[in-house]
């Protein structure tokens, strides 16, 4: 196989005109063939400017974006903006919603070919389970639904790229591990590979392959969900990726633990729970019940941290909590 990367963002910047920074700088990323690459940062990181860099949407100011060593063309250089081996899914869908679902989804091959256009079609449904529905009008479909006839639309061409803009923003939670299912058989067994972006890391991390971490328009750091989830470079990473304690030096000293640098991060699966009275034992401050566990806010001089209890109610609220913190992670900022 060719070593030569399949998409490559070399040094990629894009200014929207406004008075604070806006827009994307010095991105530099490869994306491999065939894997689901999710981009993830905070509201207004350049998540959805970046992806409409790939997809020759927007031109980049400085640069370059490539596919397959060449060019990416931008909206100026090309009749239909939009590389042609890319299909993309943005959030408002893009449905005709008076037209029935068979239709959306056929209407986006030409009619040279009618048998192939009709098989495609049903293969395409049958893939997204969406073929029962072949007869209803899209304004008819729940909000999962819609974005399977989307997809289909987008995958029916056999493009090679399919870019996501926020596929998990309008599903609810039981619907959210189908489409994950989805996403990753779009690129497991038709060999398409997926860029997508959430502002909600969990969805990333529990689908991609690589995980891309942007900050005010500038790559944080990249590398597969375990590694980014464990062994994170930057405090944003684990703060983005887990609902994580996050210590300055003060409060780390104050919970006893020594560190040269300026920022502690402990998940709250780490934090361990012990039945034993000691003047060195944390406050238990409050409970939030979650199902499978419960999680407990504890304090001790004045500084509060999470942690994660499966024996749901064995502690009462102000009940004193011996606490043994071993594993966390240093941040120089
Ligand atoms: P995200 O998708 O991560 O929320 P965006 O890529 O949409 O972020 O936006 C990145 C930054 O660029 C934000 O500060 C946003 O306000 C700004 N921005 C996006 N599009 C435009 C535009 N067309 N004109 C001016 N500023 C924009
Ligand atoms: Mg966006």
């Known amino acids: ?17 406004t008075e604070v920074f ?12 065939g894997k689901v690459v999710a981009i993830v940062g905070e509201s207004g990181s ?8 790939i997809y020759g949407l927007l031109s980049p100011d400085e640069g370059i974006v490539s596919f397959k060593g060449k060019p990416v063309l931008g909206p100026d250089e090309k009749l239909i903006p939009g590389h042609d081996s890319m299909k993309m899914v943005t959030q408002d869908f893009s449905l005709n919603t008076y037209a029935k679902v068979y239709d959306n989804v056929a209407s986006m091959l030409p009619n040279t070919n009618l048998k ?13 389970r969406i073929d029962h529905l072949f007869n209803k009008r899209v304004s008819d479909l729940s909000g999962g639904e819609q974005q399977r006839v989307a997809i289909a639309r987008a995958i029916i061409t056999e493009p090679e790229v399919l870019l996501m803009d926020e596929p998990f923003s309008q599903v609810d939670t039981p619907l959210k591990t189908h489409l994950r299912a989805d996403i990753k058989r779009l690129s497991h067994d038709l060999g398409i590979t997926v860029i997508l972006v959430s502002h909600d890391p969990v969805d990333g991390l529990s689908l991609a392959d690589e995980i891309i971490v942007l900050n005010k328009g500038e ?24 609902d994580c304690n996050l210590l300055t030096k003060d409060e780390a000293k104050k919970l006893g633990l020594k560190s040269e640098k300026n920022m502690l991060a402990i998940y709250p699966e780490w934090v ?3 039945w034993s009275w000691s003047s060195k034992n944390f406050i238990l401050i409050d409970s939030f019940f979650k199902g499978v566990h419960e999680e407990l806010l504890l304090e001790k001089d004045g500084v509060k941290i999470r942690a994660l209890n499966k024996n749901i109610g064995s502690f009462k609220k102000g009940a004193s909590v011996a606490v043994v913190l071993e594993k966390f992670l240093e941040f120089a900022d």
């Open 1 to 17: 196989m060719s070593t030569e990367a399949f998409i490559e963002l070399n040094q990629v910047g894009k200014k929207y005109p």
């Open 22 to 33: 806006a827009g994307v700088k010095n991105v530099t990323a490869l994306i491999p063939k």
């Open 46 to 53: 350049g998540k959805s400017t970046l992806l409409k860099l």
């Open 116 to 128: 192939y256009k009709e098989e495609k079609s049903w293969e395409i449904m049958k893939f997204l």
């Open 219 to 242: 790559v944080v750091e990249t590398g597969s969900p375990e590694q980014l989830y464990n062994h994170p470079q930057y405090a944003y990473t684990s703060r983005l990726l887990a």
């Open 272 to 274: 361990e729970l012990k």
